[in-house]
């Protein structure tokens, strides 16, 4: 499997930005797919919002109600529009792809800057 993200990465405080990432090769009929972002501390990854395909969508607890994560089946894309974001929440954001087996993207860097 193949994880392709896109969006533009740059955004000022309290503005809104768009991630994207599809999937292709392999695809099973049954996955959950969503973004991870790095924690700065421990370098660890935390969860942002996944969606399966079953459309059951979660959110990291952070998210209060800021981003929405929608999914597009026909594309196997997943699309994260997160609104809000505050300067702590630059760094690196990675797709991720999980069914029997899982895969990561490349990563997207977003800067939160004014």
Avoid at 74 to 93: I, Q
Wanted: aromatic fraction near 10%; charged fraction near 20%.
């Amino acid at each position: 499997v193949q994880l392709v993200e896109s969006g533009v990465g740059l955004v000022q405080p309290v503005g809104s930005l768009r991630l994207s990432c599809k999937a292709s090769g392999g695809i099973s009929l049954v996955y959950v797919i969503g973004w991870y972002r790095q924690v700065p501390d421990n370098g660890g990854r935390e969860l942002v919002a996944t969606i399966a395909t079953t459309d059951v969508i979660q959110y990291g607890d952070f998210v209060n109600g800021r981003f929405s994560n929608s999914r597009d089946g026909a594309k196997n894309t997943v699309n994260l529009e997160m609104n809000k974001l505050e300067t702590g929440e630059a760094g690196v954001y990675y797709c991720h792809f999980r069914d029997w087996r899982q895969y990561w993207g490349q990563g997207t860097q977003v800067t939160v800057s004014s």
